[in-house]
């Protein structure tokens, strides 16, 4: 494993001991657990905008009842 070094802000270095000491782990576990959602996350939302890219090149875009239905399910989940 690879060694790095970082200089944090007081405020989220003492909130990343503190959710460590919560949850029974080192602060580098969760260091690099978050790193890692964080970087998969990231990787994740990369594709998919890639790839809508891709489709709109194409001329592939939503139709008006495709977006109706994904805002119907963004507001009825924002809801609860």
Same mark, same amino acid.
């Given at each position: 494993?690879?060694?790095i /070094?970082?200089?944090?802000? !007081?405020?989220?270095?003492n909130?990343l001991a ?7 782990? /080192? #602060?580098s576990y @969760?260091?690099v657990?978050v @790193?890692r959602d964080?970087?998969e996350? !990231?990787r $994740?939302l $990369?594709?998919q905008? !890639?790839?809508? #890219?891709?489709?709109a090149? *194409?001329g592939i875009?939503a139709t008006?009842? *495709?977006?109706?239905?994904m805002?119907?399910?963004?507001? /009825?989940? /924002?809801?609860?």
């Amino acid at each position: 494993m690879t060694g790095i /070094s970082l200089n944090l802000p !007081e405020d989220l270095s003492n909130s990343l001991a503190d959710l460590a000491k919560t949850n029974g782990k /080192s #602060v580098s576990y @969760l260091a690099v657990d978050v @790193l890692r959602d964080y970087i998969e996350h !990231e990787r $994740t939302l $990369t594709a998919q905008i !890639e790839l809508a #890219v891709e489709e709109a090149e *194409q001329g592939i875009f939503a139709t008006d009842d *495709q977006v109706a239905a994904m805002r119907a399910r963004r507001w /009825s989940r /924002s809801a609860g």
